[in-house]
């Protein structure tokens, strides 16, 4: 059994910083990709970024240059800093993991974690 669990999210002004973290657990061996995703009230949820297991990146362009995804491999853990908020970020963010199994690579998804940018 796999769980992922974000924390960090919560209310911030326009023009702050937040860092999201979502930490893996249960039977792992390792872990491919990790990334993020959003979903804004009323919309789809979108891309974030990605990381994978050797650190290569990329980022969504509505957020490149703003946010930055990390990882440590030893907490089985990814990172978002999230810089130069503003309204449109708000949303409730989600992590997954690519996480190989005895019956082949499997996605996991978080519960998720809300980020508000509001003054």
């Known amino acids: 059994q796999v769980q992922l669990v974000e924390s960090g999210g919560g209310l911030v002004q326009p023009g702050g910083s937040l860092r999201l973290s979502c930490a893996a657990s249960?039977?792992?061996?390792?872990?491919?990709?990790m990334g993020w995703y959003r979903q804004a009230p009323g919309k789809q949820r979108e891309y974030v970024a990605i990381i994978t297991s050797s650190g290569s990146t990329n980022y969504a362009d509505s957020v490149k240059g703003q946010f930055t995804i990390s990882r440590d491999n030893a907490k089985n853990t990814v990172y978002l800093q999230m810089n130069s908020l503003r309204p449109e970020d708000t949303a409730i963010y989600y992590c997954?993991?690519?996480?190989?199994?005895?019956?082949?690579?499997?996605?996991?998804w978080g519960q998720g974690t809300q980020v508000t940018v509001s003054s």
């Open positions: 249960g039977n792992i061996f390792s872990i491919n990709r």
């Open positions: 997954n993991a690519d996480i190989p199994t005895q019956f082949g690579n499997r996605v996991y």
